[in-house]
């Protein structure tokens, strides 16, 4: 792509983003937009087909990523139960790593899918993670029981519970927007705070 055009685009897609925070999609339009980007509504749709495209193009490199570090993860504990390591190092790597290299690099992002997509596919993107990762999590438990782990099942609901109490405790401090340094401290605040709890109700020595 030409440079000028490279350059008119990195400019809408600013415009975006912040029309996007600003308002959220539902209250978002073209016509702001383009006065942002210093362009025509005609001229935006040289970039995009529509609204629901450009708010796709904010949150989906994000969602493919964590999408991705979620993959990663799954294979490397699975790979590491294939060694039968003892109990307590079945939990090394966890959510609020992926908060840390995933997320925090796009925050804006982040709160545009979780606080600003109302009226989008993603509107119930915390609910849809929340239940993808109890599937996960009970499949690897029962996997752990098939290892011959003393592990504790818990029922669908008490994950639920316990994983929607839990990400929105890590969520927090990025919703409210503090520095990084914040975000870290809080992180690391809520990971001492609930993991020794997850190892106690999975009977974790």
Request: proline share 3%; aromatic share 12%.
């Amino acid at each position: 792509m030409p440079r000028d055009k490279t350059l008119s685009h990195e400019k809408v897609k600013r415009a975006i983003k912040e029309e996007f925070l600003e308002k959220g999609y539902e209250d978002a339009s073209i016509r702001s937009i383009g006065a942002r980007a210093g362009m025509t509504s005609a001229g935006l749709y040289r970039h995009y087909a529509d609204k629901e495209a450009m708010f796709n193009a904010m949150v989906e490199p994000l969602i493919d990523s964590i999408k991705e570090w979620t993959r990663r993860h799954k294979s490397s504990k699975y790979a590491i139960l294939e060694d039968n390591v003892p109990e307590d190092k079945l939990f090394g790597e966890n959510f609020v790593d992926m908060i840390k290299e995933v997320i925090l690099p796009r925050r804006d992002e982040f709160i545009l899918l979780i606080s600003r997509s109302a009226g989008t596919k993603y509107e119930n993107f915390i609910h849809d993670y929340v239940e993808d990762n109890q599937k996960e999590f009970l499949e690897a438990v029962r996997y752990l029981k098939r290892k011959g782990y003393p592990i504790e099942e818990l029922d669908e609901e008490e994950v639920h519970m316990l994983l929607s109490a839990y990400l929105t405790a890590c969520f927090e401090p990025i919703i409210h927007d503090y520095d990084e340094a914040r975000v870290i401290k809080y992180l690391n605040t809520v990971q001492e705070f609930f993991m020794p709890g997850w190892l106690k109700i999975m009977g974790v020595k």
